[in-house]
């Protein structure tokens, strides 16, 4: 099934499909297929988790890019799109196709990537970069990650705007023809604003039957209470390239949105601070969605609400702009003229002045600021001061990243250090789980069941070692008789 012919050197009569990231892993989200008339890549993601996975992001997979005929991206999350960047200096000249609302986030992402490279630079040199480690209890005690090297410029706003250039949204379930006799179309991932899963169709000369690859990019729940339903193909798939983020992970039935109010019910009556680490893109908006219903429910009761990120106050406003993309209760409402992720006590903080009034804050208020791993961004700053008062509070809703600040709280972290700062953990940690824009392993399983027929093949990626092989074994028990964990730079061969 494999071989270890490099995918540039390989002539083919067939098609066949190459990983390039994201593989055994959940960042840098890569795949190359190869046809007998094109090449051409699904995603050109960000390898992601600290400086240490940095410099992979310089070490490209052996694609001849200039010969590319062109770049398909499933969503504008950075372990999907964080490359894309750098295509310009890697001479690809084709299209760059994706749904229309990936478009609009696209430009942004990449440009302030590119800033944020740049603004790394300047702290390493002025050594002003933030930091943050566990000091107790000793099981959890990190390190502070130490650059070896200074931070690398994958890629500057003058290469980003000419990749922005090369932009062209399609519309979802539409056939875009990509190379003779190849085509892709999109469909609904019900994962992000925007986000796609590919369906590609191969005529191959001689065949009266096309073949078809399914790549689901990001899968989100299948009951996603903001987002619209998935779509799945028409025609059966010979091969189906699936995430596995939550291979391994069940989400309890239990109702996450009691939880939710009680906490924040909590905080309004304890005049607490609640600090949320939060996405820009997905994390924040179905934060936002259980907000505005704790607000319509009169549990808010006019305690402030801080959406402390530009890039998520725009992505929002997205939401806001494709009803056709939410689910359809939302969607009526905003055909009634209702913003479904607005309430009176939101307020948007567009910038680091914004962010910094709002320390005076003495009251209750929640805050959602980035990162959601709590390793970066404006979350840190927060943290920092809340962080050893005992009317804080921190509440996680995602994975967090082994070995950052957010791990190391989640699993009680006592005492930490925060850009210079010793503090002891004295805010109360909650987490509600469930809150993923990733459907657990019995969504995935019913994903995949209800594709017209089984495949015979499936391929998993995006995610790590032991969520690939529990998913591996149920996708077995499924019925399908052949599930591949390739490595990357391993060639499947499809067809
Ligand atoms: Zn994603």
Known sequence: MFDGTPAHMSSIGGVRVVLHGAAGEVTGSCTEIITPTARFLVDF????????????????PPVDFPSLAAVIVTHAHVDHC??????????????VLCTEPTAELLPRVMLSSATLQQTRVHEYRDGTA?????????????????????PIVLFTHRHAEAVIRRLRSVPYQCWERIAEGVDVRFHFASHVIGAASVEVRVQLPGRSKAVHILLSGDVGPLSNPLLAPHQWPQDAPDLVVMESTNGARR??????????FNIMEQARRGQQRVLVPT??????????????????AGILGGMPVYLDSAMAVR?????????????????????????????PELHALMSRRESEAIDRVSSGCVVLAGSGFCDAGPILRHLRLAIDQPDSRLLLTGHQLDGLLGHGLLHGATRVEINGAALDVKARVDRIEGVSGHADANDLLEWLRRMPELPKMVVLNHGAEQARDALAADVRALGVSSVLLPSAGQQIEVA
């Open 45 to 60: 993601g960000m390898f992601q988790g600290g400086p240490e996975q940095e410099p992979r992001n310089t070490v490209l």
């Open 82 to 95: 964080g490359r894309l960047g750098m295509l310009a200096k890697l001479a690809f000249d084709g299209p």
């Open 130 to 150: 933030p930091t943050s480690r566990i000091l107790a209890p000793q099981n959890l005690v990190t390190a502070i990650p130490i650059r070896k090297s200074p």
């Open 251 to 260: 989400f309890s039935a239990v109702d996450r949105t009691e939880a939710f």
């Open 279 to 296: 996405f820009a893109l997905g994390r924040a908006q179905t934060l936002l969605q259980l907000l505005a219903s704790a607000s319509r």
């Open 315 to 343: 992505a929002t406003e997205l939401y806001a702009r494709n009803p056709s993309e939410l689910a359809s209760s939302i969607h009526a409402e905003c055909m009634r003229g209702v913003n479904p992720l607005h309430f």
